[in-house]
T-cell receptor, first 112, second 114 residues
Framework: SAVISQKPSRDICQRGTSLTIQCQVD?????MFWYRQQPGQSLTLIAT?????????ESGFVIDKFPISRPNLTFSTLTVSNMSPEDSSIYLC?????????FGPGTRLLVL | AQKVTQAQTEISVVEKEDVTLDCVYE???????LFWYKQPPSGELVFLIR??????QNEISGRYSWNFQKSTSSFNFTITASQVVDSAVYFC???????????FGKGITLSVRP
């Protein structure tokens, strides 16, 4: 399996600001993913982040709102830009390793 | 989109009861992967099992068992002799490849009462 950490674990932010979430994994992985889980809902994929290429965004998510970096095989960041209360969610990163996806502990974001 | 349906939304059982969580998936692919994850109140997503479309063998791991039936496009999860610690939200998910993005069902909230 993989050990995945996320920072911050939670945050409370004001609308209009931006927050960058970090995801660190203890082994090199090709594919990393960012998911959003709105309150009481299931997980929805935001984008796939591959090292050395632009992130691939799912329908309904755009780079201006959720810019992603993937500087190496063990690290990625997701920025939630110009936040509104509707962005209040848990944001989870995941990695594909040994034919399984493992998830980080999540970042709980509350936007006031 | 190829959906994953978890028709049950909430299930409540008394400790030591057996409980089955249902999962039905849509697919147009020959090869696909199915997963179950557990999300306890703390929020992290815990991997439970992966199955690929070529392996219809049922699996048992302790009190957990999984029944994969391609004929009905179902991948059901049974907890035997449930315990309070089993209380969580359980998600079924599907991927085109083992390392591809996942499509999740809506989740089933399981409450196990002492």
């Amino acid at each position: 399996s993989a050990v995945i950490s996320q920072k911050p674990s939670r945050d409370i932010c004001q609308r209009g600001t931006s927050l960058t979430i970090q995801c660190q994994v203890d082994s090199q992985v090709t594919m990393m993913f960012w998911y959003r889980q709105q309150p009481g809902q299931s997980l929805t994929l935001i984008a796939t982040a591959n090292q050395g290429s632009e992130a691939t965004y799912e329908s309904g998510f755009v780079i201006d709102k959720f810019p992603i970096s993937r500087p190496n095989l063990t690290f990625s960041t997701l920025t939630v830009s110009n936040m509104s209360p509707e962005d209040s969610s848990i944001y989870l990163c995941s990695v594909a390793l040994q034919e399984t996806q493992y998830f980080g502990p999540g970042t709980r974001l509350l936007v006031l | 989109a190829q959906k994953v349906t978890q028709a049950q939304t909430e299930i409540s059982v008394v400790e030591k009861e057996d409980v089955t969580l249902d999962c039905v998936y849509e697919t147009r692919d020959t090869t696909y992967y199915l997963f179950w994850y557990k999300q306890p109140p703390s929020g992290e997503l815990v991997f439970l099992i992966r199955r690929n479309s070529f392996d219809e063998q049922n699996e048992i791991s302790g009190r957990y068992s999984w029944n994969f039936q391609k004929s009905t496009s179902s991948f059901n999860f049974t907890i035997t002799a449930s315990q309070v610690v089993d209380s969580a939200v359980y998600f079924c998910a599907r991927g085109t490849g083992a390392n591809s993005k996942l499509t999740f069902g809506k989740g089933i909230t399981l409450s196990v009462r002492p």
